[in-house]
């Protein structure tokens, strides 16, 4: 059946969920329509209706609601989606974290979404989800997978992926609406609005999902991991290169600077210094090259952080980066090398739940005499909220 003869059936509940933004010129999809605050807001009136014999009859309670996020702007909802996907790992991780992981369809490239990790939380997994990366993303997947809701920056789609602002508004119109703000970095050009803390973006995801509790028990429970992580950093934080082989094994990295993204949080978190910042080293998403050994050694960093993306083994680690490091004429002379200082720094993408693994490894891999191999968080504690057992 054709998605045009799907459409003269009954109503279904897609049909239900309204959009709220529109499309503008320069390849940018509109800011928050109507009011420009950034507040959610819940329209739940009851109102009792006169019918024409005089008599009055209750409707139905209004159980909808909308959730405002740049760039898309508002959307309104009947109820919570039931089946969606992002492109990033980042939200496919909120909604796993918000209970939501059966409804998860699809997502960019597999190995750049951590779910490895759910290997450790007792019960919490993800099936096997659609790729929507193939050489290019095309309209097809989106008809195919039928999702209720596209948890994806139409920006994302235009200006990442080439898509044009008729092919956003096609699957707008006929599959489901975009809710989403490329939150992991902050140095593309094109994105000229509002970024996204995690756990602000998280919070917009749980409006969505009517996942309030859930998103309030993560925010408790990181803010207390934070805290004791942060009360025991030395007063001398050191200085970190993250870096990305361009190769395996590698003879040069793409550079990775220490920014406001979410891909950065656990960074940040740990009060590190960028040695690539502080030597004016363009980061690889804002259009920089590659760097070889002998800028890394007149670099001359603390310690290498090396992110790989996949579920990388300690094995392949050792093997493919640090002996690589340390039998190579000039790597083998960096400080970090020769203090065996090179530790694997994980994956780009990360949300609530893989943002505290991503901490706690930073954690041992920077200040390895303070923390060691030392577990900085209760896994069961972390289940029992996907679980909503907190």
């Keep these: 059946m054709s998605k045009d003869d799907t459409a003269q059936e009954a109503p279904t509940r897609r049909d ?46 209004d159980t909808s609601y909308s959730v405002t996020m740049e760039p898309v702007g508002t959307l309104e909802f009947e109820e919570p989606p039931e089946t969606w996907f992002p492109f990033t790992g980042d939200y496919a991780d909120m909604g796993v974290a918000l209970g939501q992981g059966d409804g998860l369809e699809a997502i960019g490239v597999a190995s750049r979404f951590g779910s490895h990790h759910y290997d450790e939380l007792s019960g919490v997994s993800v099936g096997e989800l659609t790729p929507l990366y193939d050489d290019g993303t095309g309209k097809e997947i989106f008809y195919e997978l039928d999702a209720d809701l596209h948890v994806i920056s139409p920006n994302f ?44 973006a998280f919070e917009k995801l749980a409006e969505v999902f009517q996942e309030r509790e859930r998103y309030e028990a993560f925010k408790t429970y990181h803010d207390e991991v934070l805290d004791r992580v942060q009360s025991r950093l030395p007063e001398e934080p050191p200085e970190i290169a993250v870096l990305v082989p361009a190769g395996t094994p590698p003879e ?100 609530p739940i ?16 303070e923390f060691g191999d030392e577990e900085l968080f209760d896994r069961q504690r972390v289940t029992d909220i996907i679980n909503g057992n907190s």
């Design 354 to 369: 893989i943002h505290l693994f991503r901490l706690e490894m930073a954690a041992q891999g920077v200040y390895p005499d």
């Design 252 to 351: 040069s990295y793409y550079p990775y600077r220490v920014g406001e993204g979410t891909q950065s949080k656990h960074w940040r978190d740990l009060e590190v210094r960028d040695a690539l910042a502080e030597n004016d080293v363009v980061d690889s998403q804002a259009g920089g090259g590659t760097i070889d050994y002998e800028t890394l050694l007149d670099i001359d960093p603390d310690a290498l952080a090396v992110r790989i993306e996949g579920d990388i083994s300690d094995e392949y680690f050792r093997t493919n980066v640090i002996e690589h490091l340390q039998n190579h004429d000039v790597a083998s002379e960096l400080s970090a090398v020769q203090n065996g200082r090179v530790f694997y720094a994980g994956q780009t993408y990360q949300g």
């Design 16 to 61: 239900y969920m309204k959009y709220g933004g529109a499309i503008v010129g320069g390849g940018l999809i509109a800011g928050c329509t109507g009011d420009s605050t950034d507040t959610d807001n819940t329209d739940t009136d009851s109102p009792t209706t006169e019918e024409s014999t005089g008599g009055e009859t209750d409707t139905p309670e």
């Design 157 to 200: 789609m235009i200006n990442r992926l080439g898509w044009s602002e008729a092919d956003v508004e096609e699957i707008r119109e006929n599959v489901a609406p975009w809710f989403g703000n490329t939150i992991f970095t902050q140095v593309y050009d094109w994105h000229d609005y509002r970024h996204y803390s995690l756990y602000e």
